[in-house]
C-alpha cells in the first residue's frame, strides 16, 4: 500500500487533500479497491486514500491491430495515472466479438485473475464499455472491482470539475451511467433509510433507483437554467456579431497554453489529462485588426464516455456555434492521425461536424528535426505554444478563413449614429473612412451575415 505521491502537476488544491486524506488500513480478507464503488452520492469512482494497483485489459476486436490495442492500453494507463492509481500487469486479447457475457473469454478470465492474484491488484479495468451484465460477472469471477475506461475518465472528469455547471454536467453523467449499473446493496442504501423513504413493496434497490432519478431530474433542470442564461448571453454577442474562434482538440493537446499565448490569459496549463473542463473566452485582435471571441474548450479522446458528451452538449454549442475552430493536434504525440479522427468523431456527435476547421499542429519545438505529419491538409499550420514559433502564421491564416466569404461594401453613417459605426468596427474591418455633409462614408469588409444587418446603411 502506497501513499499517493505527490506529483508536479497536481493542483495544489487536490495534491493536499490527498496528502492529508487518512491512510487507509488494508485487510487481508476483504478487497481494498475503491475504485469503480457506484456508491455515494458525491460520486468518487476511485478511492484516493492510496494509490490502487491495476491491470489493464484490451481487446483487439475483429481484424483490429494489436499495436493498435497497446497504444490504447498506453493511454488507459496514463488515464488511470491521472485518477490516481498505478498499472501493475496488462493483458490483451485478440476476438472476432466481446463474449457477451464476461467481455473476455473464459481462459483469458483465469488468466486476468492469476495476474491479479500475483500483483495483489485492487481493481482490473478494461479498456471497452462493458456492459452492467459483463461487468457483475467479472467481479465475480475476478473477486475484485471491475471496471471499463468510462468510468476511468468520469472519475478524472469528476476530480476537475470547478464550476457550478462543471460539476452538475459531471454528477449528471456518473449518474446516468451508474443507474442501469446500480446493484442489491450498492448505490443509496445508506442515506436512503428511515421512515418514509420507501413506498409499499419496494425493494432498496427500487428506491435507490427513485433517488438517482430524481436527482438526474434536478441535476437536469438546474442544467437548463444555466443553458437558458447562457443563451441570453449569445444573443447579445451575436448581435455584436463578433466572430468566433473555438479552440478544439484531444485532450493535452495544448489548447490552453496556445489561447494563453495568443491572449495573454492565465488558463490553467497542466501535464494532465482533462485539465480544462470549463470553456473560458478572450478577445482576440487578427492582424487586420478585426477582434474575435477565442474559446478554450474542454479535451476530447477516443472512446469518449456518451454520457459526458451528453451532458456537455450546451457547453460545446460553442464549438456547433462558432465560425471557425482551430484544431489542435500534438505533433510530438505517436499517432496523431488517430487522434485527429478521434476528435473528428465528436465533433459530428456534438453537431460541429460542418464549422470550418484549421489544423494547428502545436508543440512543434518537441519534433527535433522530426517531419511533422502534416497529412493531406494544405492549410494545416505548425507552431509551438511554448516558444511561440508558427503563431504569426496562425493568426494569418485565421484571418484569411474568418475573411474568405467576406464583402467589401460602401457605407453612409449619420454623425449621429456612432452606434452604428462601432457596429460596422466590431463586425469587420473598416478600410477607408471619409468625412462628407450627410455623415460618414465608409469603406468596409463584412461577413455575409454582417453586411446582411448593416444593409439599411449601404451606399453604391
Ligand atoms: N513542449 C511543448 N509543450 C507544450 C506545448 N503546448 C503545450 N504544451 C504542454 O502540454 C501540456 C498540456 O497543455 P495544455 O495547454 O494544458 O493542454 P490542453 O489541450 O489544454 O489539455 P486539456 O485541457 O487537459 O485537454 C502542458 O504540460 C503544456 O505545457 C508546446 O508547444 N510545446
Ligand atoms: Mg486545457
Redesign the pocket.
Known amino acids: 500500500m502506497t501513499e499517493r505521491p505527490r506529483r508536479a502537476?497536481d493542483s495544489p488544491g487536490t495534491a493536499s487533500h490527498r496528502a492529508s486524506a487518512p491512510v487507509h488500513e488494508t485487510d487481508d480478507t476483504t478487497h481494498r479497491g475503491g475504485f469503480g464503488t457506484h456508491g455515494g452520492e458525491s460520486g468518487a469512482f476511485i478511492e484516493r486514500t492510496f494509490r490502487e494497483q491495476i491491470v489493464l485489459v484490451g481487446v483487439s476486436l475483429g481484424g483490429a491491430d494489436p499495436t493498435r490495442t497497446d497504444a490504447d492500453l498506453d493511454e488507459l494507463a496514463q488515464l488511470i495515472d491521472t485518477a490516481g492509481a498505478d498499472e501493475v500487469a496488462r493483458v490483451s486479447q485478440r476476438r472476432s466479438a466481446p463474449d457477451p457475457a464476461t467481455y473476455i473469454g473464459a481462459g483469458k478470465a483465469k488468466e486476468v485473475l492469476a495476474l491479479c492474484e500475483q500483483h495483489d491488484a485492487d481493481t482490473v479495468v478494461f479498456d471497452d464499455e462493458l456492459s452492467p451484465a459483463q461487468q457483475f460477472n467479472l467481479e465475480k469471477l475476478l473477486g475484485r472491482t471491475a471496471i471499463d475506461r468510462t468510468a476511468v475518465i468520469l472519475d478524472i472528469f469528476a476530480q476537475n470539475a470547478s464550476s457550478q455547471e462543471g460539476q452538475a454536467q459531471v454528477e449528471l453523467a456518473q449518474l446516468r451511467y451508474r443507474l442501469p449499473r446500480l446493484r442489491r446493496g450498492q448505490g443509496f442504501s445508506q442515506q436512503a433509510g428511515g421512515i418514509g423513504t420507501r413506498g409499499p413493496g419496494e425493494t432498496q434497490l427500487e428506491v435507490d433507483r427513485r433517488r438517482i432519478q430524481r436527482r438526474i431530474h434536478k441535476l437536469e433542470a438546474q442544467l437548463r437554467t444555466i443553458t437558458k442564461n447562457r443563451q441570453v448571453q449569445g444573443r447579445s454577442r451575436r448581435r455584436s456579431a463578433q466572430h468566433t474562434v473555438a479552440i478544439v482538440?484531444y485532450?493535452?493537446?495544448?489548447?490552453?497554453?496556445?489561447l494563453n499565448r495568443l491572449t495573454d490569459s492565465g488558463v490553467?496549463?497542466?501535464?494532465?489529462?482533462?485539465?480544462?473542463l470549463d470553456a473560458a473566452t478572450r478577445r482576440l485582435e487578427l492582424p487586420g485588426g478585426e477582434r474575435v471571441l477565442v474559446t478554450?474548450t474542454?479535451?476530447f479522446i477516443q472512446k469518449l464516455p456518451h454520457q459526458l458528451v451528453e451532458a456537455f452538449r450546451s457547453t460545446l454549442d460553442v464549438v456547433a456555434e462558432a465560425d471557425l475552430l482551430l484544431h489542435?493536434v500534438d505533433a510530438s504525440g505517436a499517432d496523431p492521425e488517430a487522434h485527429i479522427a478521434a476528435v473528428r468523431q465528436v465533433l459530428r456527435e456534438i453537431g460541429a461536424g460542418a464549422v470550418p476547421e484549421l489544423l494547428v499542429y502545436?508543440?512543434?519545438?518537441?519534433l527535433a528535426g522530426r517531419q511533422v505529419p502534416l497529412g493531406t491538409d494544405k492549410d494545416a499550420v505548425v507552431?509551438?505554444?511554448?516558444?511561440g514559433e508558427g503563431t504569426d502564421k496562425l493568426l494569418a491564416a485565421m484571418a484569411d478563413h474568418l475573411r474568405a466569404d467576406a464583402v467589401i461594401v460602401e457605407l453612409l453613417v449619420p454623425y449621429a449614429r456612432g452606434e452604428v459605426l462601432a457596429a460596422v468596427q466590431r463586425a469587420g474591418q473598416v478600410l477607408t473612412t471619409d468625412t462628407t455633409d450627410d455623415g460618414y462614408r465608409l469603406q468596409a469588409r463584412l461577413d455575409p451575415a454582417s453586411a446582411a444587418r448593416l444593409s439599411q446603411w449601404m451606399v453604391g
Open positions: 502537476g482538440g485532450t493535452n493537446a495544448g489548447k490552453s497554453r496556445l490553467l496549463v497542466q501535464n494532465r489529462l482533462f485539465a480544462t478554450d474542454v479535451g489542435v502545436n508543440k512543434c519545438d518537441l507552431i509551438s505554444a511554448a516558444t
